[in-house]
């Protein structure tokens, strides 16, 4: 079984990203500071989602633990997570 290494979350360019689904990772509630950095993600802003990142990594991880044998499976799981949040920001809803 080959080893793989835990890399860091870094944010994708949003403007390079082409299409658009998401896997429903973060909640929409109007005025909350999720819908605002949700916002700023849809208006370019790549700093939201890095705050994100900081916000509900952690969470997400712990989740994904339950669910998978070993933290390097879950850390790729919330990667891909993340991935599909900048994939399909324009669409969620």
Known sequence: MQA?????VHAPTIATRARLKLAPA???????????????????DECAFNELVNKHHGALVRMALRHVAGREVAEEVVQDTWIA?????????
């Open 26 to 44: 973060i909640a929409k509630v109007p005025g909350t500071p999720d819908e605002l950095l949700l916002t700023r993600l849809r208006q370019g």
């Open 4 to 8: 793989h290494a835990i890399t860091p």
């Open 85 to 93: 949040v900048i994939d399909g920001i324009r669409t969620f809803e």
